[in-house]
């Protein structure tokens, strides 16, 4: 009996954790979700109030030779998809005297609203407030007695009918009329945001970021394994004035790293976004600090098997090492893709067949100010690559992050 109290009360607390921790995902997650789901939109749709998660539509039927937009209505009870005609009927908006309000006469509460042609003036007016009102004998539609009613306001109102059976008709102000909708995903927002040059800038981005991820890694491996593995004099002197270049701000390197790319030709050029940054103190030093991990014995029975010191690195070292060299891909590809201040200084606004992502993401926000939907698909093709990266590679991270746990 404790036992089985024991095991529910465990039940109990798994639940708990695990559904504050989901709430939590889910909270942490609704910004990504919103923004996908916003890049399926209409711009009509995104202004919207309140807002909706899923993106809907107008639902459109041809009516004279052209698209309509529907409209939905209760007609005797039952819903129905109407369609305006472009016709309109003056009404006139009835009450009692004392329902009406003579300060905002349009706020009065309406008894019956029918067309002005249908009403009977009786020639008679009555006073209220400050105001004269006329009485018309006016018949509801359901065919009951005539009522004697003051006239409140008169209002044109928009003629809609149902385009199977034109004599279900419905009267009301087209821009409050609920229009009808569905669940439409408005994929070819992704076409219009790619005709925007982005393609171009996706395919920049491609080239820059795969140069410089592999540029980093090769540069690392190489430079990782003669700090640890090979005795020269001078290396650990050398390899702490290398670290020591981490601490120098990028903002002291922009004007020299400029000067230097337009002393070379390389000004607007994608090669300036690749060859300065294929040197990496910081993936010098993560990729070291795992080689010294791995034991020498292994090396050592490599070199008396008469290996070569290249063939020893890319056969052991590289395929021991693949953790650490997926957590420095990971952080080299999501430092390139999403590089902003280099590009836009060294490449320039107005070079859009040489734009990366992020410049023409600020083009892209100016272009569309009005159209958040399609800043949002672009923000989403610009996201979606990175977040595809890190699933595919989360495995040797977290392998890489246990293991430093363990061995430290």
């Not at 040489?354 to 939907?373: E, G, K, Y």
């Amino acid at each position: 009996m404790v036992q089985t109290k024991l095991a529910s009360r465990d039940y109990l607390i798994r639940f708990v954790l695990y559904a504050l921790l989901t709430g939590f995902a889910l909270v942490m997650l609704f910004p990504f979700i919103y923004m996908m789901s916003t890049s399926f939109k209409t711009s009509n749709d995104v202004y919207r109030f309140p807002p909706r998660l899923l993106p809907y539509s107008p639902t459109t039927i041809q009516y004279n030779g052209a698209e309509a937009p529907l409209y939905r209505f209760e007609v005797d009870g039952a819903e129905r998809e109407l369609v305006l005609t472009g016709d309109r009927v003056f009404f006139g908006f009835f009450t009692t005297p004392d329902l009406i309000n003579t300060a905002e006469p349009r706020q009065s509460e309406i008894l019956l609203q029918v067309p002005i042609d249908d009403a009977v003036a009786t020639g008679a007016s009555v006073d209220v407030g400050e105001r004269t009102y006329d009485e018309y004998t006016v018949t509801p539609e359901d065919g009951g007695e005539p009522l004697t009613l003051l006239l409140a306001y008169r209002g044109a109102l928009d003629v809609f009918v149902d385009p199977n059976d034109p004599a279900v008709l419905a009267y009301a102000a087209a821009r409050t009329a609920p229009a009808a909708e569905d669940i439409n995903f408005q994929v070819g927002n992704y076409a219009t945001v790619f005709g925007l040059n982005l393609n171009r800038a996706l395919i920049n981005t491609v080239i820059v970021t795969l140069g410089v991820t592999i540029g980093q890694l090769v540069t690392s491996i190489f430079g990782g394994y003669a700090f640890s593995r090979i005795q020269f004099r001078g290396r650990d002197t050398i390899f702490l004035a290398y670290l020591g270049s981490i601490m120098i701000p990028f903002v002291v390197l922009i004007i020299p790293m400029y000067r230097l790319m337009v002393a070379i030709g390389w000004q607007n050029h994608l090669v300036s976004l690749i060859v300065p940054w294929i040197f990496t103190a910081y993936g010098t030093f993560l990729i070291r600090q795992f080689f010294i991990t791995i034991p020498k014995e292994i090396e050592e029975a490599a070199l008396l098997d008469g290996c070569s010191r290249f063939r020893i690195l890319w056969t052991i070292f590289v395929p021991l090492s693949t953790p650490a060299i997926a957590t420095l891909g990971i952080f080299s590809f999501l430092y390139a893709w999403n590089s902003f201040v280099w590009p836009l200084l060294i490449i320039g606004e107005g070079n859009e067949p040489n734009h990366v992502l992020t410049l023409s993401l600020i083009r892209l926000s100016n272009i569309a100010a009005d159209q958040p939907n399609l800043v949002l698909t672009g923000a989403a093709i610009a996201i979606l690559p990175p977040i595809i990266m890190f699933i595919l590679a989360q495995r040797y991270f977290i392998e890489s992050v246990t293991s430093s746990a363990v061995k430290g």
